[in-house]
């Protein structure tokens, strides 16, 4: 199987287009959570462990975001080593959220370090930046190829200063289209059984006109759709991203399931995920006609 | 002083404008070098401890390409956390090019690690991608601010397909352009002594004609200049990307000098960087009215 094939699947099984972020901070921890003797990186392993139990017979996907690991040193980066190894182990899909991106030797270098085969920090799925072009994208898709692994690569991103860039107009598209239509060539040879490329691309739900319009012209292209909650994205708004059969897209929420306990007094913080993910699962099952697949 | 005023200080005392690549790989080493019961990470560590040796009286920066280390998991990012660490007790100003970056409470997280006050990988620089747009540099500039350091935006990268995206005509100018003014207005408060701001630009080597021409119109805006060497760009052709006091950028070259050995036969590793270090400068001098300031 192919890596979007594996996703997919996933998705399918546990009806629910949602990846869990983790991206936890030391100012987001409950009181009385951080025992004596534990540096920053045993606590977030720590509570990275309780979100997975909670959560995985809902979620099908994690989303570690390095940057968050990489703040607190290497501290941090052990605390995602273990997080990706705890997750591989619960059953879940790990999507890296590195946004790494390169010239081709240097791009060579991060797929071996997270989507290769044997890759340290293995992963099913990197974020990566198209600024470089083909030649930064090539050594991942064929990692991801020998390994059954996967890129999503940013197309339009959910930040209010995304447009800076990505909604320049040349040749009357923008930017973003134009890269769009490139992660579609770059996933040609790289197409599922389910119909979507190894190759997927990241489309903010802050943007739901420009979500549903990519989602037409990008067929192939599975979506990863950040800005969901947290950063104003509803349920509503990104149903464009998806296709007819409820499939093609899978959103991500991170504060909003992590620190779901802050919303629900009394609950501890990992019931309060299980309970947020639920709710999130029916949200998004609510505008997809109840199902995917 | 501010990161600018820093690194163009450092290449002016030593006039030397080069900064040396730290990339190394397994397949690099020089036979014999990997003694037992070393790892990956020993390895590179002891490599990278013997070229600064070498060479720290010559060149003013050091750069380590996170993918290389990221590759050999956290054995690897040990030997880039070390090696930040003898870098800078070399007196050497340390550019991390990770090209990174996200929206910006993620950004802020990234510029926590490297380049803020107390960043765990501590950083004079670090190198940032601007797909994402303003609020993904933001927070990498207050960091800046606040600690005296900087960053290098990728403006127009050295790779053969950089220009798929970077080279899109947009109002009559190509995206690079554009990219390179919005560096300009980013660095505008972070101007110092030397009339270059903290906010610099990536521009390679490669492209000889577009680095004299954004070296005419980025007059705050100093240059990190990868493909030298290895990659292809001359000291001839970079020459564009100074100014005219020879200052204004900073070379970068990472295999001719950490593989030097390779084309000096029965000549020690370090010996052999520091005679390419020595030899790079003079070319680079050469087309420079021999000095720099």
Same mark, same amino acid.
Do not use: I, M, R, T
């Given at each position: 199987l192919n890596g979007m094939d594996r996703l997919i699947e996933a998705i399918e099984k546990k009806q629910n287009p949602t990846v869990m972020g983790l991206d936890m901070r030391a100012e987001y921890f409950p009181e009385g959570f951080v025992?004596?003797?534990w540096d920053i990186g045993d606590a977030i392993y720590e509570y990275n462990q309780g979100l997975i139990d909670a959560a995985a017979d809902i979620v099908p996907a994690v989303k570690p975001q390095l940057a968050f690991y990489e703040m607190y040193g290497m501290s941090g980066l052990k605390a995602y080593e273990k997080t990706l190894r705890y997750a591989k182990e619960a059953g879940l899909i790990i999507i890296?959220?590195?946004k790494r991106g390169d010239i081709g030797s240097t791009a060579a270098a991060y797929a071996a370090g997270f989507v290769a085969k044997d890759a340290p920090f293995d992963s099913d799925f990197l974020t990566v930046n198209p600024y470089l072009g083909s030649d930064g994208i090539k050594p991942f898709t064929e990692a991801c190829a020998e390994a059954g692994k996967g890129i999503f690569v940013l197309v339009k991103t959910s930040n209010p200063s995304g447009g800076e860039l990505q909604d320049l107009i040349v040749d009357g598209m923008p930017i973003y289209e134009h890269i769009g239509k490139r992660v579609e060539e770059w996933g040609a040879e790289l197409v599922g059984e389910h119909g979507y490329s190894s190759v997927g691309a990241v489309v903010g739900a802050t943007y739901p006109e420009?979500?549903?319009a990519l989602r037409k012209v990008l067929p192939h292209t599975f979506f990863l759709v950040p800005g969901?909650?947290?950063q104003g994205g509803s349920a509503q708004g990104l149903s464009g991203c998806f296709d007819a059969k409820g499939s093609g897209a899978i959103v991500n929420a991170s504060r909003s399931i992590m620190?779901?306990?802050?919303?629900?007094?009394?609950v501890d913080y990992k019931t309060a995920a299980r309970n947020e993910a639920v709710r999130m699962q029916q949200d @998004? @099952?609510?505008? @997809?006609?109840?199902?995917i697949g």
């Open positions: 025992q004596e003797g890296s959220d590195g420009q979500g549903a969901y909650g947290a620190c779901a306990y802050k919303k629900q007094p009394g @998004l @099952l609510s505008v @997809l006609n109840g199902q």
